[in-house]
T-cell receptor, first 112, second 117 residues
Framework: GEDVEQSLFLSVREGDSSVINCTYTDSSSTYLYWYKQEPGAGLQLLTYIFSNMDMKQDQRLTVLLNKKDKHLSLRIADTQTGDSAIYFCAETSGGATNKLIFGTGTLLAVQP | GAVVSQHPSRVICKSGTSVKIECRSLDFQATTMFWYRQFPKKSLMLMATSNEGSKATYEQGVEKDKFLINHASLTLSTLTVTSAHPEDSSFYIC?????????????FGPGTRLLVL
């Protein structure tokens, strides 16, 4: 089956780096995504990485992809209290439907 | 760019009534729109994939007759929860996939919180 796993909770201090990890199962995924969800809101696309890339950096965000281990990570540099939210990784399920399979979500709590 | 809106943002209805939720892509055209359901502190569960001008594709376990989806134009999809019951109470989120570039990327609406009494 398709399972995308994440750790449930991460707590960091303001100014530190946060690393959120994700393992996925579908090796045919073309793109992998990171979404942010603030309380009571929809999902905000943060960044994505194409499956033939190892790393992508976008300002404070760095995405690392290890295709061999099917491991994806999101590093947030200089974490701020406004970064507190639930972070979901997602993979495309393959085929023509461009369906997304979401991870279980990681709650990031940033302590001032 | 890539803004998706949903209306209403929250709705309370009586058991047995029907509720329609609208999903609009405001600044792009979307051939494909998706409807998700999210339970408290849980991940998103895909309910159905909606393609403009054709019937929606429902995920296993999702009742087609209960969750009616219409995708009449490239910017609008609607989800109607028919004969709603308290167990249908949930957070419903739509997403839209642009017709051009990065076809597989989805942009999400802000969600609709449904409470059925």
């Amino acid at each position: 089956g398709e399972d995308v796993e994440q750790s449930l909770f991460l707590s960091v201090r303001e100014g530190d780096s946060s690393v959120i990890n994700c393992t996925y199962t579908d090796s045919s995924s073309t793109y992998l995504y990171w979404y942010k969800q603030e309380p009571g809101a929809g999902l905000q696309l943060l960044t994505y990485i194409f499956s033939n890339m190892d790393m992508k950096q976008d300002q404070r965000l760095t995405v690392l992809l290890n295709k061999k281990d099917k491991h994806l990570s999101l590093r947030i540099a200089d974490t701020q209290t406004g970064d507190s939210a639930i972070y979901f990784c997602a993979e495309t399920s393959g085929g023509a439907t461009n369906k997304l399979i979401f991870g279980t979500g990681t709650l990031l709590a940033v302590q001032p | 760019g890539a803004v998706v809106s949903q209306h209403p943002s929250r709705v309370i209805c009586k058991s047995g009534t029907s509720v329609k939720i609208e999903c609009r892509s405001l600044d792009f055209q979307a051939t494909t729109m998706f409807w998700y359901r999210q339970f408290p502190k849980k991940s998103l569960m895909l309910m159905a994939t909606s393609n403009e001008g054709s019937k929606a594709t429902y995920e296993q376990g999702v009742e087609k007759d209960k969750f009616l989806i219409n995708h009449a134009s490239l910017t609008l999809s609607t989800l109607t929860v028919t004969s709603a019951h308290p167990e249908d109470s949930s957070f419903y989120i739509c997403s839209a996939s642009p017709t051009s570039v990065l076809r597989e990327t989805q942009y999400f609406g802000p969600g609709t919180r449904l409470l059925v009494l």
